[in-house]
């Protein structure tokens, strides 16, 4: 599930309001730790998307 994510977010990093809408909509069928390795991931190769921010997907 995870790399179907991972892909999905690699097509879609083009707009950012669409990467926040994917990320935030896929994260409900993850596990606690599964989330948080796509945190991780999310940060290390989208963080021009995400900015400064921490990664909430509740807030947006």
């Known amino acids: 599930m995870q790399d179907y994510l991972k892909d999905i977010l690699n097509r879609?990093?083009?707009?950012k309001e669409l990467f926040l809408?994917?990320?935030k909509k896929h994260?409900?069928?993850?596990t606690p730790e599964e989330?948080?390795?796509l945190d991780a991931?999310?940060?290390?190769n989208h963080?021009?998307?995400i900015g400064d921010r921490t990664i909430n997907p509740v807030a947006g």
């Open 27 to 30: 994260r409900r069928w993850l």
């Open 12 to 15: 879609v990093s083009f707009d």
């Open 35 to 37: 989330c948080e390795l």
């Open 21 to 23: 809408n994917e990320f």
């Open 47 to 49: 963080s021009e998307i």
């Open 41 to 44: 991931w999310v940060l290390e």
